[in-house]
């Protein structure tokens, strides 16, 4: 049986490309490349905070969600009550089990709870051993004693990971009983990231530019695509045609 003779094949030739050509492969790739590298950035930091105007006065408490999500995370109680002898008023700032208030133990191994400037951060180098930030009987004890604006800093946990954030209370103290009101309060989304106190947006969140009806109309123009990067100075000068037309101008020839 006689074999077939099939003439050699010629090696393909690639037609030439130019500098033009050249120049918009690269600024695909670079273009994609970006892409794929935006893609594998982590997310900015986010504070999410709220404005509150919530009272607790005497013989109440108050049980703090930070975000939202149904569990009490602390839970403010003002107790108060009398003998024969004298009234007790005593203001705490109770975590619940695995977080944490901005304190430590002072004398007589009170756990106080410290007032936080503005501007101060609240992260893993702090104590969280605190719980009492007021209490009269003779005399009165805690450093939230008629305290305006006045930050409490605090530690709580999300799906067992730990988050930082920061409570805003005035107390005052008049005729022997604390009356306390929340005024706001915020934390960090990123796990064991530190927020500044009196903090509400993250970097992310600044900056944000408005859009203008024009910027809105060309908005809806179609982008260069990478094919047609690909195919040179001509497809170039198609894109550009068809850009200026649907912003109702005259193309410009290539």
């Not at 077939?4 to 695909?28: F, I, V």
Request: glycine share 12%.
């Amino acid at each position: 049986m006689m074999r077939t003779q099939w003439p050699p094949r010629s090696p393909a030739k690639l037609r030439h490309l130019s500098h033009d050509q050249l120049g918009l492969y690269a600024l695909a790739a670079s273009a994609a490349g970006v892409g794929v590298l935006a893609l594998a950035q982590p997310s900015e930091a986010k504070i999410v905070y709220h404005a509150a105007h919530q009272s607790i006065g005497k013989n109440a408490h108050y049980k703090l969600d930070l975000n939202h999500d149904g569990i009490t995370d602390f839970i403010f109680v003002n107790t108060y009550g009398c003998n024969q002898d004298y009234c007790v008023d005593v203001l705490n700032a109770n975590a619940v089990a695995g977080n944490g208030v901005v304190g430590k133990r002072g004398f007589l191994s009170i756990p106080y709870a410290f007032v936080l400037r503005r501007g101060s951060e609240v992260g893993p180098k702090q104590p969280f051993s605190g719980q009492l930030m007021a209490s009269y009987n003779v005399g009165t004890l805690g450093r939230w004693i008629n305290v305006n604006g006045g930050y409490l800093g605090v530690r709580f946990s999300i799906n067992g990971k730990l988050h930082y954030g920061w409570a805003r209370l005035n107390v005052h103290f008049t005729n022997g009983v604390f009356e306390a009101l929340l005024t706001g309060y915020a934390y960090e989304t990123i796990p064991n990231k530190p927020i500044k106190v009196g903090q509400t947006k993250g970097p992310e969140e600044n900056g944000v530019e408005e859009v203008s009806p024009a910027t809105s109309k060309k908005s809806t123009v179609q982008p260069a695509s990478l094919g047609l990067l690909a195919m040179g100075s001509p497809a170039l000068a198609i894109w550009r045609r068809e850009d200026f037309t649907q912003e109702g101008l005259p193309p410009v020839e290539a």
